[in-house]
Antibody, heavy 124, light 105 residues
Framework: QLQLQESGPGLVKPSETLSLTCTVSGGSISSSYYHWGWVRQPPGKGLEWIGSIHYSGSTYYNPSLKSRLTTSIDTSKNQFSLNLRSVTAADTAIYYC????????????????WGQGTMVTVSS | EIVMTQSPATLSVSPGERATLSCRASQSVSSNLAWYQQKPGQAPRLLIYGTSTRATGIPARFSGSGSGTEFTLTISSLQSEDFAVYYCQHYNNWSFGQGTKLEIK
């Protein structure tokens, strides 16, 4: 059974970079049938897709975050990561990593497995 | 940009009754429409994908339908564990609706 776990600092200063890692267990991050995504949720608000990545290196980013966003995959550690630059208080949220499985290997799939989420606060 | 709009924002229904949640797209979209359930303090859980296919382990009382710009999640007979927030998502561009809170009447 695939499981995902987020990790990273819970507090980031304004203008700095928010960095999170998602560790995948119970399956290979190098599977061509999965894309790996990030979703965030500000306190008391709805869900916002951040971006998705495939082990091949293909990336898909939310246009509103694209200029500040980088995602990467480390197949040796079965992990994928998120870097969001120049953060402000508006980036305060619970950050979830999630997997999207497609028998066709296409990125346009629902997020079927989610991590538990990690709260990140942007504050000095 | 395709915008997903859910209605109502809050829906009050009694246990045992039927709940109907709506999701509207700003333009006609494919059938790549998903529904998620989120309970307080928990991550979202996938209920429905491909507009009408239940995810693994999801009870048959949950059903999805729709096409074009109008999509619906129906819960046929509400159980106590169904009261939660529900999100639709058009996963061709991964955009989520703003959510519907389903509360006990």
């Amino acid at each position: 059974q695939l499981q995902l776990q987020e990790s990273g600092p819970g507090l980031v200063k304004p203008s700095e970079t928010l960095s999170l890692t998602c560790t995948v267990s119970g399956g290979s991050i190098s599977s061509s049938y999965y894309h790996w995504g990030w979703v965030r949720q500000p306190p008391g608000k709805g869900l916002e897709w951040i971006g998705s990545i495939h082990y091949s290196g293909s990336t898909y980013y939310n246009p509103s975050l694209k200029s500040r966003l980088t995602t990467s995959i480390d197949t040796s550690k079965n992990q994928f990561s998120l870097n969001l630059r120049s953060v402000t208080a508006a980036d305060t949220a619970i950050y979830y990593c999630a997997s999207a499985h497609s028998p066709l290997g296409v990125p346009w799939s629902a997020f079927d497995i989610w991590g538990q989420g990690t709260m990140v606060t942007v504050s000095s | 940009e395709i915008v997903m709009t859910q209605s109502p924002a809050t829906l009050s229904v009694s246990p045992g009754e039927r709940a109907t949640l709506s999701c509207r797209a700003s333009q006609s979209v494919s059938s790549n429409l998903a529904w998620y359930q989120q309970k307080p303090g928990q991550a979202p859980r996938l209920l429905i994908y491909g507009t009408s296919t239940r995810a693994t382990g999801i009870p048959a009382r949950f059903s999805g339908s729709g096409s074009g710009t109008e999509f619906t999640l129906t819960i046929s007979s509400l159980q106590s564990e169904d009261f939660a927030v529900y999100y639709c998502q058009h996963y061709n561009n991964w955009s989520f609706g703003q959510g519907t809170k389903l509360e006990i009447k």
